[in-house]
């Protein structure tokens, strides 16, 4: 399934489906679940790139799923704070590029 929609939008499924089922976790529960996500990303990476193979009997995952978990926790974390993740990532990639405009020339 390969659906092309803007953060705002997927800001608003994944509000809808967190008020769905709960509500969101305090702020540092789900900042702790950003840290246990990436944790995964981390291992994945390690074991796809050779670094730390997996012990006997651990599944391998999905590198892409690993992504989306952290992208899903990211945002949850911003929709509790009621942040505009795409206006917040425009400002962030105008202050790279003009804070590394000659940076890697």
């Known amino acids: 399934m390969s659906t092309d929609i803007s953060l ?5 499924r994944i509000e809808d489906w967190i008020v769905h089922h709960g509500g969101y976790w305090p ?7 950003i840290v246990e996500e ?9 074991h796809l790139e050779g670094f730390k193979p997996k012990q006997s009997g651990e599944i391998t995952r999905n590198l892409g799923e690993e992504l989306a978990d952290v992208i899903f ?8 704070y009621k942040i505009d993740i795409s206006y917040e990532l425009e400002a962030v990639i105008k202050k790279y590029t ?3 405009s000659k940076r890697f020339d």
């Not at 926790?73 to 509790?80: G, H, P």
């Open 27 to 33: 702020p540092l529960s789900m900042l702790s679940a």
């Open 38 to 46: 990436v944790g995964e990303l981390a291992k994945e990476i390690n």
């Open 8 to 12: 705002k939008e997927f800001q608003k």
């Open 73 to 80: 926790a990211l945002i949850c974390l911003a929709n509790s």
């Open 98 to 100: 003009i804070r590394d």
